[in-house]
């Protein structure tokens, strides 16, 4: 069965830090992009961030770029986000996807940051 | 920057009618490139159609879509109960590389 499950969600003070994971399982990894799209609390989807298949190139939303860090372990099957100097308007539930063709075919069920003092 | 717009912000419909859903781009696109998402409340999206017209796998027929240009509409034929739920458009383009509608919800009259 194909599976996305991410983790290491929680509650951060403004300014600090938080690494999201997301392992993957059913399907070859490394063959696939892979993304982080969030949804704050009663709002849309925003697309986040993506890394291709051997992890050479990454994209980021203007929102997070030079805060966010997207990356992968193939050997591992996971996918991560770094995030830096958190703000309150990250909060929201992060989700990975897979990418498939120009779309995203398979999502994690997320995980929720929380931003505050 | 190209933006989506998707109308009506809700649409309230009985089960068995039809839904339009439409997702105006801010300037011409491929259609190829425009995807569509279901979700539901506490769950994770989950794709419906992508590349102009090809259903994601368990999506039924009732679901298609349609259009060129900035203009694309999905469409239930007949709406199920489950059914009722947000829908979102989504585009792969250049900057931001990935971008979503902001959704319409189709919930219960």
């Known amino acids: 069965e194909v599976q996305l499950v991410e983790s290491g969600g929680g509650l951060v003070q403004p300014g600090g830090s938080l690494r999201l994971s997301c392992a993957a399982s059913g399907f070859s990894f490394s063959k696939y992009w892979m993304h982080w799209v969030r949804q704050a609390p009663g709002k849309g989807l925003v697309w986040v961030s993506r890394i291709i298949g051997d992890g050479s190139s990454t994209r980021y939303a203007d929102s997070v770029k030079g805060r966010f860090t997207i990356s992968r372990d193939n050997a591992k099957n996971t996918l991560y986000l770094q995030m830096n100097s958190l703000r309150a308007e990250d909060t929201a539930m992060y989700y990975c996807?897979?990418?498939?063709?120009?779309?995203?075919?398979?999502w994690g069920k997320g995980t929720t940051v929380t931003v505050s003092s | 920057e190209i933006v989506l717009t998707q109308s009506p912000g809700t649409l309230s419909l009985s089960p068995g009618e039809r839904a339009t859903l439409s997702c105006r781009a801010s300037?011409?696109?491929?259609?190829?490139?425009l995807a569509w998402y279901q979700q539901k409340p506490g769950q994770a999206p989950r794709l419906l159609i992508y590349a102009a017209s090809s259903r994601a796998t368990g999506i039924p027929d009732r679901f298609s879509d349609s259009g060129s240009g900035t203009d694309f509409t999905l469409t239930i034929s007949r709406l199920e109960p489950e059914d009722f739920a947000v829908y979102y458009c989504q585009l792969y383009g250049s900057s931001p590389e990935w971008t979503f509608g902001q959704g319409t919800k189709v919930e219960i009259k």
């Open positions: 996807a897979r990418g498939g063709w120009l779309s995203m075919d398979v």
């Open positions: 300037q011409s696109v491929n259609s190829s490139y």
